[in-house]
């Protein structure tokens, strides 16, 4: 099953918790705290694969996550790393991340870091000082990242055949290639893409069969608007036309509406090497509908070919290899999504709203610091207190109207504000 569009959820790995530990050995005195950090969560990759041609693997496993850090042991010891996961997918697949164009794998072993795992918390052994010498104090690990991720595949072909149901598209590939895609004597439409590759005396390039795209492709209807995508990438396009019409139609109406769905999707595949094809020269009647086509593109390059007795098919790959070595009007990725520049934007260290009389403070760096906090621990909890009162917290609610009692909410936790 040929699947060219998933959404995926990413966990990254929450990191192990601190140690609180001290050295207790026979012959050393005030040994001290000893307890080590917690390993680092572990990450999530994507990698270009070009052994996958869908992401059929990824729509039976929506969910995703990598391991969490150990925890710290006594001796010093530090938690092992959470082991990272690394996701393959086929090349040519854009990753969205937030909504946004996040990153576009088009290379081989190519590797992006796409949610990161959270740190490992600290052991008491970290927060030892000349005058602090015995803590009590350790910090749970952070959460990792996560995300909701869509991926869109577009294959990556040289060469995209285009034309109505039935026009002979995949008669051509598999006559071309050693692809073998459905062929049959009844009238039908292929339902996915299929890829192959073309050897012709020494040059090599891969073509791509697109599913029959009908009028109005561009809105959504029939299977052309879930492919048309795939002839983004392409170099050259080689429309193939019946000539003996489709739906009751004249060859240049069919002509017509290929390439009014072409303008309409995007701008740029109509700036691309288009090459006409009339497919099925070998049946009755064929040179009487080819000489009234050619009176309406009296000065267009037409081929004539019939890709089941391979009549023409020689010259026609002759022109493919001339077409694909010319440069064109623009750069096949323009009309892809950009990676976006990331740029640093100042954000506050928190936030303070009111939610149905609840003070809610929000804010990564203060949301992080609670859930790393050990509130069992007196001196973790004073520490955390200091820390809050540092960062302006409390002034913050006592301007935004917060009396002892109230409730301030910060991520999954509720305190009772006190002054």
């Known amino acids: ?65 990598s391991e969490d850090g150990h925890k710290g042991l006594s001796s010093g010891k530090f938690g092992r790393y959470g082991e990272d996961l690394i996701i393959k997918i086929p090349l040519g697949t854009l990753v969205f991340k937030n909504g946004e164009c996040f990153a576009d794998l088009k290379t081989a072993g190519e590797r992006i870091l796409i949610v990161k795992g959270g740190r ?18 350790a910090e749970k690990g952070a ?41 049959a004597d009844y009238p039908f439409t292929t339902l996915s893409p299929n890829l192959g590759v073309v050897n012709y005396k020494g040059k090599h390039f891969v073509a ?16 052309g608007f879930e492919f048309l995508r795939h002839i983004r990438r392409t170099k050259v396009l080689i429309h193939i036309i019946d000539v003996n019409g489709f739906d009751g139609n004249d060859l240049y109406k069919n002509y017509k509406t290929i390439n009014d769905e072409l303008k309409k999707y995007s701008k740029y595949l109509a700036k691309k090497h288009i090459i006409t094809v009339l497919n099925k020269i070998d049946l009755p009647d064929s040179q009487k509908h080819i000489k009234k086509f050619k009176r309406h593109l009296k000065t267009k390059k ?18 493919i290899v001339k077409m694909l070595e010319k440069p064109i009007a623009f750069n096949p990725e323009e009309e892809i999504e950009t990676v976006p520049v990331k740029k640093y934007v100042y954000e506050p260290e928190f936030k303070v709203s009111v939610e149905d009389g609840v003070f809610v403070a929000t804010g990564a760096k203060i949301e992080t610091l609670t859930e790393m906090t050990k509130f069992s621990e007196d001196e973790a909890l004073r520490r955390y207190q200091n820390i809050l009162k540092k960062m302006g917290l409390e002034i913050e609610l006592e301007k935004m109207g917060a009396k002892p009692g109230d409730t301030v909410r910060i991520g999954g936790f509720e305190f009772t504000f006190e002054k």
């Open 208 to 223: 791509a069969d697109i599913p029959g795209i009908i009028e109005g492709a561009h809105k959504g209807r029939g299977l």
């Open 1 to 65: 099953m040929f699947i060219d569009k998933v959404s995926v959820s990413l966990m990254a790995g929450r990191g192990g918790d601190g140690c609180i530990s001290f050295r207790r050995e026979k012959y050393v005195p005030y040994g001290g705290p000893d307890g080590g950090n917690g390993g680092k969560g572990g990450d999530i990759y994507f990698e270009g694969d070009p052994h996958k041609a869908t992401l059929l693997d990824l729509s039976y496993r929506p969910k995703f996550k």
């Open 143 to 183: 959460p990792g990242e996560t995300a909701e991720v869509n991926l869109e595949l577009r294959l990556i072909a040289d060469l995209g055949f285009l034309g109505l149901p039935n026009a002979g598209k995949s008669t051509l590939l598999s006559q071309i290639s050693a692809a073998k895609p459905k062929i």
């Open 120 to 137: 490992g918390g600290r052991g008491n052994a970290s927060f030892k000082t000349g005058k602090y010498t015995a803590p009590r104090i």
């Open 302 to 319: 037409l081929f004539e070919i019939s890709a089941v007795t391979r009549v023409g098919v020689d010259k026609l790959l002759k022109e």
